[in-house]
């Protein structure tokens, strides 16, 4: 079966829910994305009878999460239509129908969060995509949806 060992980054997706009972739709393509869900942050418990310091997990950071995507004036444009308003975001692993026709649906796994996101226009060189800038702000935490 798929998936048993791993999946490729082919077929991830970056959705918005505008509508807490809407669907998702896709935000624009993108060509990669940040880590998810980073690991928690270590608080200290190190006494002076340790030889060594030791740690316990803290609490997990939703800082500000960049994807990346092509610019264009519509990718541009879609993103900035969300800016200033708080919406479900996603990203969704998997999709189905043909190649070219694909439909997602997040078969290998869906992270949910509540933010705003907004874009920016990254520099370039010479013979480069111009490429677009997606930051989006989590204010609830990233949770992973399995079916």
């Known amino acids: 079966m798929a998936g048993e060992r791993g999946i490729s980054t082919y077929q991830t997706y970056l ?3 505008k509508t807490s009972q809407g669907t998702y739709e896709k935000v624009v393509d993108i060509t990669s994305f940040p880590d998810l869900i980073p690991p928690r942050e270590r608080i200290d418990i190190t006494t002076l ?7 316990i997990n803290g609490i997990g950071d939703t800082s500000e999460q960049t994807y990346a995507a092509n610019y264009t004036p519509e990718n541009y444009q879609a993103v900035a239509e969300l800016e200033g308003h708080q919406y ?6 998997g999709a ?3 190649p070219g026709s694909e439909t997602p649906d997040g078969h290998f ?4 969060w509540t933010g705003d996101i907004s874009a920016g226009v990254n520099g370039g060189g010479v013979n480069e995509a111009v490429g677009l ?4 702000t989590p204010s609830t935490p990233i949770v992973p949806k399995f079916a």
Request: hydrophobic residues 35%.
């Open 133 to 136: 800038s997606i930051t989006c």
């Open 109 to 112: 796994g869906k992270f949910e």
């Open 15 to 17: 959705m918005v829910q």
């Open 96 to 98: 189905t129908g043909d």
């Open 88 to 93: 479900n975001y996603a990203i969704w692993f």
């Open 49 to 55: 009878s340790d030889y060594m310091r030791v740690y």
